[in-house]
């Protein structure tokens, strides 16, 4: 038979599966309480609207639902995207400011595959999302780590003093990667006069934004900032959001925001990629969109995952040792732990799982996998029973490893 | 406002954006026939079983098949994957040698840029799918181009002088991209005896055999031997089909048979890439394989395209000039077309389009460009008046260019 290792590409070995996918095939089938995913409650997905819509396209449109669709996405959605993208306060767009995508995923693939070299320096919070992390990992890039605190949120004061060292050592940053609402995983927000010190920040050091908002819709309160995309005035924000959280991952559909000189990339990458989204989805969000099926949904969306973060909390606060640090998420699916320094909580997933609880290990959300003591945890898919008893699990699990060190 | 051409990756600016869909934008609008398209005729789309489907889903299965699925594809669609693999002659596999993809082009994205380095030598047919060509190219490979005769079909002497030719140069060729089936654009298939010999072939030189089976279940009459993947006994070959001509295209599905360990670089390939591929329309393939709608339709599609076939062939051979060759495809959606080698068919697509009727030019199937008196006629999208119509009057552009040049 043949050996494949000896046919791969160069780059293919550069390639890391995803810790927490790794991590789910793990829990397959076991009884563990798994707190490591980032699945939505499926109670949120309106099926019943989806289902009539879904109805309504195949008898009235099927001639096109069902046929191949534009690479940029259908056009009729494309306009209610732009109407979808004004809620979150993004106007002065048009349609040919509008990419459509397989899941925000793929925008982040596409952006980072089109802007990024090798060697190219790219800055990244310091916990980030750890999908975009793997695909920048392949490009090889110097990545520029901006740590981002429970409280104060992303540290603008550091990304400016390594903007002022690299241009010291004429150096250039071109682009920085960042989530500025909902962050995933810290659960932070960044506030109205940090989002126009970054855009100040990016107009004098002349580097692009790569703004992730996946979770713009989810904010459950207090202040929700525009985002960056709506404060810019040089189109230096390339914005993509989904509907994963919003309608149903399932789908599989996110967009982009960004100038059309941005677009026009993106659209000669995705022809060699999968030349265009699935066009039924488009349609089914399209219609979900017009028909006022997202926003009548969002409330129920929040009150069902701010219930599950309280409970998370609530026993997060009565178990945990006193040591430990968390977030208390403005918004998202995710509570974000530092641990005591001492414990390394990669190492200590294994006794987790042994004793029925899984989380995703925070070092993986980190660019140089520091950050060993950190823990991302689940409350939107587990419920309330599995959150208590999953947490009150694991904190006996730390408390063990912290007396052990 | 930022110039983003500053920002681009090296890589990016060899994409070449596809010439079909560049063609596509140009003719919207206008009173163009196009037999430049490459779209099934929609009411070969089972729409009212579709529509049912659907409906049964999302009333049983919402919980599921509106959530995220795991990267290689929902194992009960992949079940119903290895049986309908089987209808090709496909046997021997199990779940572990199926993965899903957005259509085959993701498939195809993703093999290349897994095995394909800068320098590499890939064999592909001259002339080929181009869109596979286009993502080959931004690999930058050394190409060497196969000939496809239109009675012969592919030519393995050329091919086997080839690989003499590179071990003499202590050379190697890495992966042959092969449509063996309906060839797009020839419309030739390879017969028994040479698919024994190619693989015997890849067996001596030790290659890769990529076998694209698009339109496999789409062969009008006369023998088809089964696909490469069937005969394979060393697992040398990488095969992919889909779901766009024989469902619906607007689903966007693919679909790969392997050895697990190809499956498995996918796997971490595609997590990068969009981390699945949509969950809904894996559903609705499942049911429509389970519940035979696929082989249920076969036969109307394809006595729709054979009726297509014959009213172009009939229109070609009354008024093209018979200095003119062209493919009588025993499968697919075109005819492909050699002309006097004199006329540049690329140069000549302005004239056809003020004329009313637009091809693809096949100097865009051929890795190197060459080919330039071929042009790509696609029979399956315009009705039977249009096809007629269309034919006579780029017979009349054909027989001028010919006598002007």
Request: charged share 25%.
């Given at each position: 038979?043949?050996?494949?290792?000896?046919?791969?590409?160069?780059?293919?070995?550069?390639?890391?599966?995803?810790?927490?996918?790794?991590?789910?095939?793990?829990?397959?089938?076991?009884?563990?309480?798994?707190?490591?995913?980032?699945?939505?409650?499926?109670?949120?997905?309106?099926?019943?609207?989806?289902?009539?819509?879904?109805?309504?396209?195949?008898?009235?449109?099927?001639?096109?639902?069902?046929?191949?669709?534009?690479?940029?996405?259908?056009?009729?959605?494309?306009?209610?995207?732009?109407?979808?993208?004004?809620?979150?306060?993004?106007?002065?767009?048009?349609?040919?400011?509008?990419?459509?995508?397989?899941?925000?995923?793929?925008?982040?693939?596409?952006?980072?595959?089109?802007?990024?070299?090798?060697?190219?320096?790219?800055?990244?919070?310091?916990?980030?999302?750890?999908?975009?992390?793997?695909?920048?990992?392949?490009?090889?890039?110097?990545?520029?780590?901006?740590?981002?605190?429970?409280?104060?949120?992303?540290?603008?004061?550091?990304?400016?003093?390594?903007?002022?060292?690299?241009?010291?050592?004429?150096?250039?940053?071109?682009?920085?990667?960042?989530?500025?609402?909902?962050?995933?995983?810290?659960?932070?927000?960044?506030?109205?006069?940090?989002?126009?010190?970054?855009?100040?920040?990016?107009?004098?050091?002349?580097?692009?934004?790569?703004?992730?908002?996946?979770?713009?819709?989810?904010?459950?309160?207090?202040?929700?900032?525009?985002?960056?995309?709506?404060?810019?005035?040089?189109?230096?924000?390339?914005?993509?959001?989904?509907?994963?959280?919003?309608?149903?991952?399932?789908?599989?559909?996110?967009?982009?925001?960004?100038?059309?000189?941005?677009?026009?990339?993106?659209?000669?990458?995705?022809?060699?990629?999968?030349?265009?989204t699935p066009t039924l989805p488009q349609?089914?969000?399209?219609?979900?969109?017009?028909?006022?099926?997202?926003?009548?949904?969002?409330?129920?969306?929040?009150?069902?995952?701010?219930?599950?973060?309280?409970?998370m909390l609530s026993a997060i606060e009565?178990?945990?040792?006193?040591?430990?640090?968390?977030?208390?998420?403005?918004?998202?699916?995710?509570?974000?732990?530092?641990?005591?320094?001492?414990?390394?909580?990669?190492?200590?997933?294994?006794?987790?799982?042994?004793?029925?609880?899984?989380?995703?290990?925070?070092?993986?959300?980190?660019?140089?996998?520091?950050?060993?003591?950190?823990?991302?945890?689940?409350?939107?898919?587990?419920?309330?029973?599995?959150?208590?008893?999953?947490?009150?699990?694991?904190?006996?699990?730390?408390k063990e490893e912290f007396s052990n060190?």
């Amino acid at each position: 038979m043949v050996n494949y290792q000896s046919f791969l590409g160069i780059e293919t070995s550069l390639l890391k599966s995803s810790e927490i996918r790794d991590l789910l095939k793990l829990t397959e089938g076991k009884k563990v309480i798994s707190l490591a995913g980032g699945l939505p409650d499926p109670s949120t997905f309106p099926s019943e609207d989806i289902r009539k819509i879904t109805d309504d396209i195949i008898r009235d449109e099927s001639a096109q639902a069902l046929q191949y669709s534009t690479t940029s996405g259908v056009m009729s959605f494309k306009k209610e995207l732009v109407n979808l993208s004004k809620m979150r306060g993004i106007s002065s767009i048009n349609e040919d400011n509008i990419f459509v995508t397989v899941g925000s995923q793929e925008a982040l693939f596409m952006i980072f595959n089109i802007f990024i070299d090798k060697g190219d320096y790219i800055a990244v919070e310091n916990p980030s999302y750890l999908a975009a992390l793997n695909i920048l990992r392949a490009r090889q890039p110097n990545f520029i780590g901006i740590d981002v605190d429970p409280q104060k949120g992303t540290n603008l004061d550091q990304l400016e003093a390594k903007l002022k060292e690299l241009k010291r050592e004429n150096k250039k940053l071109k682009m920085f990667y960042v989530i500025p609402t909902a962050q995933n995983p810290a659960g932070t927000t960044m506030n109205f006069d940090d989002r126009k010190r970054l855009l100040d920040l990016a107009s004098e050091y002349d580097f692009i934004i790569m703004e992730d908002d996946a979770y713009g819709f989810l904010v459950f309160e207090g202040d929700s900032p525009a985002p960056l995309r709506a404060l810019d005035k040089e189109g230096r924000v390339i914005y993509t959001s989904t509907f994963s959280k919003i309608l149903s991952p399932g789908l599989r559909l996110g967009w982009v925001v960004a100038e059309n000189d941005v677009i026009k990339e993106l659209e000669i990458y995705k022809q060699n990629v999968d030349l265009h989204t699935p066009t039924l989805p488009q349609y089914i969000a399209r219609e979900a969109i017009k028909r006022g099926v997202i926003m009548n949904n969002l409330p129920k969306v929040k009150s069902t995952y701010i219930e599950k973060r309280d409970v998370m909390l609530s026993a997060i606060e009565e178990n945990f040792p006193k040591e430990a640090k968390w977030s208390h998420p403005v918004g998202g699916m995710f509570v974000f732990s530092w641990l005591p320094e001492k414990i390394n909580a990669t190492k200590m997933l294994e006794k987790a799982m042994n004793r029925g609880v899984a989380y995703v290990p925070g070092a993986s959300f980190y660019h140089d996998y520091s950050g060993k003591n950190t823990m991302r945890l689940n409350f939107s898919y587990p419920s309330k029973e599995e959150l208590k008893k999953g947490v009150e699990i694991l904190s006996k699990v730390i408390k063990e490893e912290f007396s052990n060190s």
